[in-house]
């Protein structure tokens, strides 16, 4: 019995799960290896902080959908992949062999050039490290004001600050100050209506910003910044931007610029066709596509089916990013920016949006 092996449970991999009971059907073994038994939908994360959504409403059970549709789970992590043995090294010890292996193992923040220690310091992914802030926040905040610094100016820094902010009003808690650290301008990526629709939903609750300001190091009770100057904190949360896991160059494997699996527009590996990726660990060949999760949802289907084409011979489908899509930010409150194209909206609409497209996605896949 031929062996699919994948790596990771994130959104990427969703349909494959679900139809494991075809690939079982013609003559394959599914296993699949991730470090939880639940992966959790990044697009609700910010909401879950801000005390919107309890855990257990934004995440996939999925050793529970993978072992109910007969598959095999294992709780660990892969720490390289010998392509040319087609055999998995994993942080446990054992090996894994595959003949088909599909890589959906996310995304990291980057830690480069900021050397942090204590228990002080979260980063915004994985997931369950905004539970642990939650947690940290609403114990310390009931009897301290807290200065929490946020390093980073995109989407996921303002994701934060607000739903922070959010959660500090909701749960009564002491005076909460946030501070918002980018060494460019705050949103500099976004349409300009978009940066000011977000920076003045976020100022008008008393988020502080304070751009050009390069972090050199974090540390348990505060930030240096390039100039020499020292800001206190009380928490950090660093959001500044995420690259994919190094294990696949460190294997060999031919990655992109940013590290990620280089696939080809069929999601399939060049140099070692099979191996396929999706999500925010691969680098796309034909185009560079930026990391969010519009990409692995819509990868989905495309890696399921030309998983099947592999094993049975039938010919691949090529992956089409479509261009353009909707980008919703929560900034809490229950409030929202909404940006497409040319249309950009602020309020409680926009949040409204995103809650109803966000809940249709997870019911979709959530099982257990």
Not at 46 to 73: C, K, N, Q
Not at 232 to 240: E, F
């Amino acid at each position: 019995m031929r062996k699919l092996v994948l790596i990771g449970g994130g959104h990427a991999h969703l349909s494959i799960i679900r139809d494991i009971p075809q690939f079982v059907e013609r003559g394959m073994a599914v296993t699949i290896i991730a470090p939880s038994p639940f992966q959790y939908y990044s697009g609700m994360g910010p909401g879950m902080l801000g005390g919107d959504y309890r855990p257990e409403e934004i995440r996939f059970a999925t050793r529970a959908a993978v072992e109910g549709a007969g598959g095999r789970f294992v709780e660990d992590l892969v720490v390289g992949i010998d392509a040319a043995r087609r055999r998995l090294r994993l942080q446990s010890g054992p090996g894994l062999a595959y003949d088909l292996l599909s890589c959906n193992c996310g995304s990291q923040v980057s830690m480069e050039g900021l050397p942090a220690t204590g228990d002080t310091v979260f980063t915004v992914k994985p997931i369950e490290q905004l539970l642990s802030l939650q947690e940290r926040l609403v114990t310390r905040g009931r009897s301290h004001s807290l200065h929490v610094a946020i390093i980073g100016g995109g989407p996921s820094a303002a994701e934060v600050a607000g739903n922070i902010l959010w959660l500090a009003a909701r749960s009564n808690l002491s005076a909460v100050r946030v501070s918002v650290f980018c060494r460019g301008a705050f949103m500099a990526r976004s349409a300009r209506r978009v940066q000011h629709l977000c920076r003045g939903m976020l100022a008008g609750r008393g988020v502080e910003f304070f751009e050009g300001h390069k972090v050199e190091e974090v540390r348990p009770d505060g930030l240096l910044t390039a100039d020499g100057r020292y800001f206190s904190a009380d928490l950090l949360c660093v959001a500044t931007g995420v690259r994919p896991s190094p294990f696949f160059a460190e294997s060999g494997l031919p990655t992109g610029s940013d590290g990620g699996l280089l696939v080809n527009a069929f999601l399939q590996s060049p140099q070692y066709p099979e191996i396929f990726g999706g999500g925010d660990c691969i680098s796309f060949a034909p185009a560079p596509l930026a990391r969010v999760g519009v990409h692995a949802v819509r990868q989905n289907p495309i890696l399921s089916a030309n998983l099947l084409a592999a094993h049975t011979g039938r010919e691949l489908t090529p992956f089409q990013p479509n261009g353009g899509y909707l980008q919703i930010f929560n900034l809490g409150w229950q409030r929202g920016v909404l940006a497409k194209g040319a249309l950009a909206f602020s309020g409680r609409l926009a949040f409204l949006i995103k809650d109803l497209i966000d809940r249709r996605f997870i019911r979709r896949f959530q099982g257990g």
